[in-house]
């Protein structure tokens, strides 16, 4: 079978390594891709909302299957594209309609899906330039820190946490007035939960869900989560607080409600459902839902299925997932995300990444890569994600930040306390 992969980070490149792996692969494509995931498949030059583009090369290269990485694409529609043309309607695409695809683009959306199916968040007023003063009178309600979300897709960045009162008032005023263009059109005003994250994540076929692999993302760029929100610094899988009788919680009152009420207001879903859950006093709250898995969370959750994934996404194609294999193995898995200096503000791009090649015993997956004639250079943020395996957490790391040590380009930079909350 020929795959087609969208997206260009390090969770398309964990795909590509994955995907490549199973027998039942014919052709891969990634589009765009980045210096990694060219060693799996072939990188092609579109980009991931260029609908037209895409389906040439689809039909070009009689493609299959087509896995969306990032969440864009969904949200503008490409399963829908796909459905709406009669030489694309047939070929599978992995990720949901854009119907589906809102629980994501839409925080409003969201919550308004888990009032309705009851499933547990925090408390929440959506606010827009016409209830301003309503806005302001549920924020006073509230006790700080003080949680303000753009509605709509603001690339990881709309979500502030503020600690006064006249600050937030503030805030949300200047998000109407166009903080993150129309992504904050609306805003969504939260009640503060005070807890230990998560991430987990399903893959679904509209009825049938598998759970894969726990993860946690360390998103802040400091040390003990300190400084700006970045797209992910590293991640460990899987999570200790996690445990069964979390799990069976998570279960029973997050992921069958969700699937179940996706049935009930009639979305046709058929992807993957990351839930961003917070534990408070052992107890789920949903934070967010993302209509993709996670990046970094994917480069270390994917160490752990042992299953085959194409086999998988094919189950979710049929809609009979309910019969397919998911192995997931007992080792931990780390990930270590090497950034440009400077992220998640102003960074250079096009830095000589070297010796890659002195990298043992860890798996390198590509995040803000290209090539430069025959070197690797910068193309990111995020650069390079260094994923391990261990028989534990501290194993795990240990093997990752080691070879972090050795790869080298200007500027480079990690966190070096990665799993500080989960080891005390």
Known sequence: MNILIVGSGGREHAFAWKISQSPKIGQLFIAPGNAGTSEFGTNVEIGVTDFHAIRKLVLEHQIEMVVVGPEVPLVEGIHDFFLADEQLENIPVIGPLSSGARLEGSKDFAKQFMLRHNIPTAAYFSVTKENLESGIAFLRTLSGPYVLKADGLAAGKGVLIIEELAEAEQAVREMLGGMFGQASKTVVIEEFLSGIECSVFALTDGKNYKILPVAKDYKRIGEGDTGLNTGGMGAISPVPFADVVFMKKVEERIIIPTVNGL???????????????????????????????????????ILRINSDLVDLFEGVAQRNLADRDLEIDDDCAATVMLVAGGYPGDYKKGDVIADLDKVTGSILFHSGTKFSGDDVVTNGGRVIAISSRGKDIPQALELSYRNAAKIQFKNKFFRSDLGFDLLK
């Open 263 to 301: 049935q009930l207001d009639g979305i046709d879903y058929r992807g993957f459902i990351f839930f961003g859950l917070i534990s408070v006093n052992s107890e789920p709250f949903v934070i967010e839902y993302n209509v993709r898995m996670g990046d970094p969370e994917t480069e270390a959750v």
